[in-house]
């Protein structure tokens, strides 16, 4: 630049300076709205994500929305969010009772992933060589739930199409025989879910005969809960390890512990 | 009349080729190209990423497997060394939004009445930082959430839903608000291909001898600012801004803009700051 006197120079820098702090208080604005309005896009915690999806909130982080996973499915089961289906625009996702995961041994979609948004390790057991090896029944989509109160089976009325459908019959979906109370002679054939073989790949919401599904697949997120470490189950070897680092001392303080459990009994007004 | 369209021809040709060996992955199974503009697979090998969608997931402080990395390695390395920007202008779908769009300003007279508001070409290189700090703060690729581009190309490919709002609005923001005002001025993704494509060799150069400084060159250019040299000096266009479109290099009657390589000898070497 040709060097001018220095009251050409100052009004030059001035400017830039300027011009940099409007540019920034802009982009602070703008960022601003841009975070408030990815934010309430981010949460949909209902959506089905194809086999090997890591957890949604990098799943969100990490797919690139190419759709390669809804290319490869060789049953068109897996659609692309459209802007206008009220779910992350351009993620995949099942709609169960329409078209639900037929399963695939070879796991086409979480294959063809190329960011690391579906993750095949995570549907991967190991064989007797060590090598891993793709197992679809390790898949967790989701997991089935039965609402009994719809449920005709749990009527009275024989029905086993969920039970029937399921690829994973038996471990998944089984079927318990109850004697019927009401009619007094006629049995129950109720099917119950198994959260530990279940995939959620929803052929039991597809196959269900109600209007709407009384089987239906949800997020596991969302469809269990959580006990506690300290409770234990008698039948479980290993629930006795996950006791191992939990601290001795647990206190409750309530009005009423403050005094000895003894107090309580033979002083308290019972 | 054909050389005055050559390489509008040329880069329609491309364009729509492009957009239709991906709808043909989707529809027909083909293996040409699968997936999309932000990340796809060429004969089912050769991996191609979008790089700045890769920034943005970065940004959101998470990593991609190294199939994403090399695939996105292998787009800067094509367009930064060698292509330029011509992502914008022979890849990118919405070009031909845009291009209609200021077609249309130019026919019906809105481009008379004025350029539209005052809005600077660096806004886009702010859009690119805003994008990386949202990104940052909400933890998913914040442009990819909401970039026209992809709904557009999306669209094409996998149905369009709702998506075709986002286009019009571009549409109508060229056409109404602000000349050239998307990808000249907002689009990060272009600002993010001028960036990494300041140094690459396919340039547009311009001959100072036989220019009769007509100016037919800049009043076609979408980045009028990448022409300074005109009539002023023989030298290649410098900036990363220029799309390699090619717009001039047909509207030129003098010959006086070509297509060459940066640093070919014959080339006087002038630079221009």
Excluded at chain 1, 76 to 98: I, N, S
Excluded at chain 2, 9 to 17: A, K
Excluded at chain 2, 170 to 188: A, E, I, N, T
Excluded at chain 2, 253 to 265: D, L, T, V, W, Y
Aim: hydrophobic share 40%; glycine share 8%; net charge positive.
């Amino acid at each position: 630049m040709v060097s001018g006197d220095k009251e050409e120079k100052m009004p030059e820098r001035r400017k830039f300076l300027f011009d940099m702090v409007r540019g920034l208080g802009a982009a602070t604005v703008g960022g601003l709205a841009w975070t408030d309005m990815l934010d309430g896009k981010k949460t949909f915690a209902t959506i089905l994500r194809p086999p090997g999806a890591v957890v949604e909130q990098e799943f969100l982080a990490k797919c690139t929305k190419c759709g390669l996973c809804v290319e490869a499915c060789p049953y068109k089961a897996l659609l692309l969010a459209k802007p206008g289906d009220e779910r992350p625009v351009g993620t995949p996702y099942f709609q169960m009772r329409e078209n639900p995961c037929r399963m695939c041994r070879d796991i086409p979609c979480a294959v063809s992933c190329p960011t690391g948004a579906l993750l095949p390790s995570l549907v991967s057991d190991s064989d007797e060589q060590g090598k891993s090896r793709l197992d679809v029944n390790l898949t967790k989509i989701g997991l089935a739930l039965i609402d009994r109160e719809t449920c005709i089976a749990y009527w009275g009325i024989q029905c086993d199409a969920c039970y029937r459908a399921c690829p994973l019959i038996d471990k998944a979906v089984t079927v318990e025989y109850t004697k019927n109370e009401r009619t007094g002679k006629h049995a129950m054939l109720a099917p119950v879910v198994h959260s530990d073989h279940c995939t959620g790949c929803g052929i039991c919401e597809h196959a269900c005969v109600t209007k709407k599904a009384s089987i239906f697949v949800l997020p596991r997120e969302l469809a269990m809960g959580e006990s506690s470490d300290r409770y234990i189950r008698g039948w479980d070897d290993a629930d006795e390890e996950r006791m191992q680092g939990l601290p001795e001392e647990t206190t409750t303080r309530t009005p009423r512990s403050e005094k000895s459990p003894l107090d309580y009994l033979n002083k308290g007004d019972l | 009349m054909f050389r005055e369209y050559k390489f509008m021809v040329l880069r329609r040709t491309s364009q729509i080729s492009i957009m239709l060996l991906f709808v043909s992955g989707n529809l027909l199974g083909w293996h040409v190209l699968r997936g999309n503009l932000s990340t796809s697979k060429v004969l089912d090998s050769v991996p191609l990423t979008d790089p700045f969608t890769l920034l943005q997931i970065f940004a959101a402080k998470h990593l991609v497997s190294g199939q994403a990395l090399a695939g996105a390695l292998i787009i800067v390395l094509f367009f930064g060394l060698i292509a330029g920007r011509s992502f914008c202008s022979w890849v990118c779908p919405l070009n031909m939004v845009t291009d209609l769009a200021n077609w249309l300003r130019k026919k019906t007279g809105l481009d008379a009445l004025g350029k539209g508001p005052v809005i600077s070409r660096k806004t886009r290189y702010w859009v690119i930082g805003t994008s990386l700090a949202v990104s940052l703060a909400t933890g998913v690729a914040a442009f990819e959430w909401i970039s026209p581009i992809s709904m557009l190309h999306r669209g094409i490919i996998f149905g369009m839903g709702m998506g075709w709002t986002m286009i019009l609005a571009v549409f109508l923001f060229d056409l109404f608000v602000k000349r050239d005002g998307f990808c000249g001025h907002l689009c990060p993704l272009g600002g993010f291909y001028a960036l990494i494509t300041r140094f690459s060799l396919v340039r547009v150069m311009h001959s100072k001898e036989k220019c009769t400084l007509c100016m037919n060159c800049l009043e076609i250019c979408p980045e009028q600012q990448v022409l300074p040299m005109v009539g002023k000096v023989s030298s290649a266009v410098a900036s990363g801004e220029c799309t390699n479109c090619g717009r001039c290099v047909e509207v030129c009657n003098e010959n006086a803009m070509k297509f060459g390589i940066r640093f070919s000898p014959e080339k006087n070497k002038t630079s221009i700051a």
